[in-house]
């Protein structure tokens, strides 16, 4: 009973903090997704002129070599009205932006493709365009079908639609335009290859000293007129979810502990309340009160390792079941436990000692005599 208390205990730590912990890394994977660990820098447009205000031509490229940067990418504001033909009201479009990008946008967005493909290092060079979400709808192109190809008219240019993105909800800005290859924006449209906005995905922990040091590596001359949009409310939620769960944690895996260390404790009195005889006679034969305090130890850390081993197997299947069920991501939080079975034999040693000492207490003749 003492081993299938302790059992309990560790199988209960190991699912009240491997739950918990894959419920988290899932939480984590979809904040992550919206894009925690992205920033967008733009000229603050205090300038005089768009000259001033301009980025580099390889902007993207001069932010890639920032240390905890881990993709870069710009667009450019076009400039030029969208519609859906030439034909149709521009009242339909109005809020549709036009903008030129190149095929590593999404890596740095954490954007994905809904419908058709992206643009690439072929198609960049092609009249073809990639529709944001929203501009889709507003476009009235909710289905791509290869063999009925649809344009949209930016300028004066065509350019064949492509593919649609998924909802971005950290870039509304992105779902909102049309995006068209950087090199078919030269050849249709008037150019110049300078982007208005810098995306960039970099190092979460690392994320507010790249905030730092972007203005003055997009313009050194004028860093103030660099803006860059502060760490998302997405991942102020996500440091404050870990907080929160690893507190949780931390209690649940403590009540377990305390609960399976009762359970040695109330096994092990029993057990000397139920053993009185063979106590008395292993007195009378000789046995000292350090080898009964010994042997009465030696049995609760060895009922409690015994049952952590069980527990940690019952516990460890459990929570990878779960995790199954649910499509989580299977995290083993294995410092939690190492401890937690360090903590079941400590706890064992301290919840059989005083049954130990009690034991080594009574006298052979009262043992004997009492049974």
Avoid: C
Wanted: without cysteine; hydrophobic residues 50%; aromatic residues 2%.
């Amino acid at each position: 009973m003492s081993a299938v208390g302790i059992a309990l205990g560790i199988a209960t730590l190991v699912l009240v903090t491997g739950i918990p912990a894959g419920g988290r890394a899932d939480l984590d994977r979809k904040l992550v997704a919206l894009g925690t660990d992205v920033l967008v820098a733009q000229p603050s447009g205090a300038a005089d002129s768009a000259a001033d205000i301009a980025l580099e031509s390889d902007a993207a490229a001069m932010v890639r070599r920032i240390g905890p940067v881990r993709a870069a990418s710009g667009v450019a504001n076009l400039n030029q009205p969208v519609l859906r033909t030439r034909l149709s009201d521009p009242n339909q479009s109005a809020g549709v932006t036009a903008l030129a990008a190149t095929s590593d946008l999404l890596s740095a967005v954490h954007g994905r493709v809904a419908q058709g493909a992206f643009l690439t290092r072929a198609t960049e060079r092609l009249p073809t365009a990639v529709l944001g979400h929203a501009a889709a709808q507003w476009l009235g192109i909710t289905h791509l079908d290869p063999a009925h190809p649809v344009e949209v008219e930016v300028g004066d240019a065509g350019f064949t639609v492509i593919g649609i993105l998924a909802p971005m909800p950290l870039t509304p800005e992105l779902e909102q335009a049309v995006l068209v290859g950087w090199d078919a924006a030269r050849t249709a449209v008037d150019f110049d290859g300078r982007p208005t906005v810098v995306y960039l995905r970099a190092d979460e922990p690392s994320i507010e000293s790249v905030r730092s040091v972007l203005p003055p590596t997009l313009d050194p001359e004028l860093p103030g007129l660099i803006s860059v949009s502060r760490p998302s409310d997405a991942l102020a939620a996500k440091r404050a979810t870990e907080g929160t769960f690893a507190a949780l944690v931390l209690g649940l895996a403590a009540v377990a502990l305390v609960v399976g260390g009762i359970g040695v404790a109330n096994t092990m009195i029993v057990s000397v309340l139920e053993r009185r005889r063979e106590i008395g006679l292993r007195r009378a034969l000789g046995a000292t009160r350090r080898d009964i305090r010994r042997q009465f130890l030696t049995e609760a850390v060895l009922l409690s390792l015994l049952g952590g081993v069980v527990g940690l197997l019952v516990g460890g299947l459990g929570t990878v079941g779960y995790a199954a069920v649910r499509h989580w991501p299977l995290v083993v939080p294995v410092p939690a436990i190492g401890a937690g079975l360090g903590g079941a034999v400590l706890i064992g040693a301290v919840a059989g000692l005083y049954p130990a000492v009690r034991a080594s207490l009574l006298s052979p003749t009262a043992a004997l005599a009492a049974v």
